[in-house]
């Protein structure tokens, strides 16, 4: 079975700076999809970015990027110039291409960004 | 545009009371919808997910059940709430098309006293 492991609980960053969440996953597949989601203290559950398996190149959203690296089956969200609005919950998820399985999400990392 | 609407957003319940949490989606047809709940502090647990009306597979067995009546609404019930039953209850959809995003409500903080 397909496992997500982020292995920071927490993390914290200075406003202005750029912080990075770590994320691996365990899967045998070849054509797959990542997603990092945020939870900000609303708990409204927000897709921040989503990186396609067979793609190379690495997704971008405005301040938040992810670095794919498939052979190492690493998938981590780099956020920079940090805003306080940025504080929340970030959790990875997995989903296999066309499957009937579910997403699978990680534990989910505690981001606390400091004035 | 697609949007999905979940209610109450707040509800406290007495142990053995029943529940009924509604989820519809609004601007889509044919989605698969989905309850997860999340403990305080702890990830997202899958509870349930339907791919069509009166389709339902239960992922964790418990005091829940899960009911789908029409395409785009989802209920999530229990005949007799649990103290354990307390948490944060997400209704989500996505597309059939496989590994598209998943869309979440706004989530129903449910606390059995």
């Known amino acids: 079975a397909q496992t997500v492991t982020q292995s920071q609980p927490e993390m914290s960053v200075q406003e202005a700076e750029t912080v990075t969440l770590s994320c691996t996953y365990d899967t045998s597949e070849s054509d797959y999809y990542l997603f990092w989601y945020k939870q900000p203290p609303s708990r409204q559950m927000i897709l921040v970015i989503r990186?396609?398996?067979?793609?190379?190149q690495n997704a971008t959203e405005n301040r938040f990027s992810v670095n794919f690296q498939k052979a190492a089956k690493s998938f981590s969200l780099k956020i920079s110039d940090s805003q306080l609005g940025d504080a929340a919950m970030y959790f990875c998820a997995y989903i296999r291409r066309g499957g009937s399985e579910k997403l699978v999400f990680g534990k989910g990392t505690k981001l606390t960004v400091n004035p | 545009s697609q949007t999905i609407h979940q209610w109450p957003a707040t509800l406290v319940q007495p142990v053995g009371s029943p529940l009924s949490l509604e989820c519809t989606v609004e601007?889509?047809?044919?989605?698969?919808l989905y309850w997860y709940r999340q403990a305080a502090g702890r990830g997202l647990q899958l509870l349930f997910y339907?791919?069509?009306?009166?389709?339902i597979s239960s992922e964790v067995p418990q005091n829940l059940s899960a009911s789908r009546p029409q395409d785009r609404q989802f209920i999530l019930s229990s005949k007799k709430l649990l103290l354990s039953d307390s948490g944060f209850y997400l209704c989500?959809?996505?597309?059939?098309?496989?590994?598209?995003?998943?869309?979440f409500g706004s989530g129903t903080q449910l606390s059995v006293l």
């Open positions: 339907s791919v069509g009306i009166g389709q």
């Open positions: 990186q396609e398996a067979y793609k190379q």
């Open positions: 989500a959809w996505d597309s059939r098309q496989g590994g598209e995003k998943l869309f």
């Open positions: 601007g889509t047809s044919n989605p698969n």
